[in-house]
Each structure stands twice: as C-alpha cells, then as structure tokens.
C-alpha cells in the first residue's frame, strides 16, 4: 500500500462535523495513526459511536490510501510516477543495448575496475547525457573522493558534444565536490544532496569512488564497523534515489582475486558482500589480458583515433542480462564496438 503524509483536515471528507470537531478535540487528525487504532480505541478517545466511527474510517481510506497496481500497470505507464523507472543513456547505441536501454532511475548502479580502465571516463559521460536526456533532463552532482578531479577531460567532452544543446553550458549543470574525510561525504550526501533535488536542479548523482574512504579508514580488524557504516550509508543513497527517481552511480575499485576458478576474473570488485547487498545493478569495466582477436570487430571509426581498448561487463542488473562488449576510449568518450554483420 502507499499512503500520502496528510492530515485529516486537509481532505474534503463527506462526514458529519461532528465527527471532525471530536477528531480534533482529542488531538487525532493524522490519518495514518487513525486508520492503524482500533474502532473501540477511537471510540474511547473520541466518544464517538462505533457507527460514525467506521464511516469515518471508510471514508478516510478511500481519499487516503491510493489503489494498488499490478505489474501490468506499471508496464503500461499506468501505474503511480514513483514505480516508473526511466533509463539514462550511456551516450554510445551499442554500449546501450547491452544494458536494455542504459542506467536504471531509482537504484544503486556500482561501477568497477582496474585503475585506468574508463570508470571515470564513463561517469563523465553519463553526466552529460543526463543533460541531453528528452524525458528527463537534468543536472548532475558529481563526488569526487580520490584524485584531483579531471576537469580538463570533462571540457573536452563537453566541446565535443555542445553541439547537441547550443543554448546551454553543459559544464553549467554539472556540480562538483571534492570530498576528503567522512564527515564531508556525510554532510555533502544528508545536507547538500537533497536541497539540490528539492529544487529540481539535478537528475544523476555520481560518487568516484565509494571505496576509498571506506578502505583507508577502515583496517581487517573493522569489518563489523565498516559494514555497519557501509549499510547506513547505501541507505541514504537508495532513499535519495527511490524518492527523487534518479540515477546513483557509485565507482567501485577493485581486488585480487586469489583463487578465481578457471575462466574467471584476476580481480573482483573492493568491499566484499556487504557492499554487493547494497547494491541493484554491477557493471565491470577491464583492461582486456591480449589484444588479439579484435580483428572481427568493427572498427572502421577508429581510423582517425589511437583508441584505448576495454571491455564492459554486465555482471547483474535486474533489466539486463549477463553480458560483454569490447569499448574503446578516444577523445570522445568511451564507446562500444560493433561486430561486424557475417
């Protein structure tokens, strides 16, 4: 059930006055704590009679409490705007389709790799998309919690793709924030976060990466403490993004693997189960162990280009399924390649 946060006076209820004056009286006007008592418990705090008091909840539940749906409905687009997900583009088609359209609104998405591996590459890009984006167009708050942030490649983006919205400064809608200690990260995420989403300011919240505080603060005799943190704080960033319907993309860094069984990764994504509970969507990005093979790629717009080769893996997503794709970096941002059509 979902229920609106109202008080009793401010419905238009078809009740006898008398039975709102009483309400008042005894100081029982939230609607929520009205339909959770008892009939015989309003009745003593009200000394209204058993039948005014069930007209008053009958009449109360059904301005207060909103029609259920089905999966059907929320399909169709029929269903209340906070069910409806939207799908933020990745600015590539092909990195696109293996994700089911690009970046789910409403969850957590975690981006990991190997240092240098395009997870920033890819943030930044995802914060001008949002900008570009039909149906819901909209700034980005971007965290920044380890290295300088990389100012000079957003300009680049951003040159290379203004075209698209000549009227605006795309580096206008992009708010960034340099984060060095938890108590930043924490008043930047409960204080300045959501006066940012209140206003209607911003549509994607971008944290590079969620793992550095967490391990440097943090040593192996602190597991209890650092999950109990990493949960309060996956909390917040999951209410954030539910309530306003965005995008959260956290940039995850990367451990060895020590025993991978044949077949599997060298490195799995920092800060163990605890953090992959928190989390809906995992997208991977590697640097690939040989070069050999691309040769059945399509790779006819990298003539003019020295790309950086990558691949992107869908690891789990609960709109798209296991997949990879080979990508590359150039100085447009990060893009997928096609297989060539045999």
Known sequence: MHYQNEEIYKFNLDLNPKIITALKKAMLTDCRLILSLSNPDIQRLTSLSLTEVSALKDSLAEKYILKPFNVLDILNNKADSSLQHWKLSSFCKVIDISLRGGFLSGLITEISGESACGK?????????????????????????????????????????????????????????????????????????????LKRGLVQLIVIDSVAALFRCHYDHTQTVERAKHLTKFASVLRHLAFQYNIPVICVNQVSANLSPPSGQSLVIPALGLTWSNQITSRIMLCKPYFTQGLEHLDTKSLKNNEPTHRKLRVIFAPHAPESEIDVYIDNTGIHGISRKVV
């Open 120 to 196: 920033t590459q890819l943030c930044l890009q995802l914060c001008i998309s949002v900008q570009l984006n039909n149906e819901h167009p909209g700034g980005a708050v971007y965290i920044c919690t380890e290295d300088a942030f990389p100012s000079k490649r957003l300009q680049q983006l951003i040159q290379c793709h203004s075209s698209k919205l000549p009227s605006c400064n795309l580096g206008d809608n992009i708010f960034i924030e340099h984060v060095a200690d938890f108590e930043t990260l924490e008043f930047c995420v409960n204080k300045k976060l959501p006066t940012l």
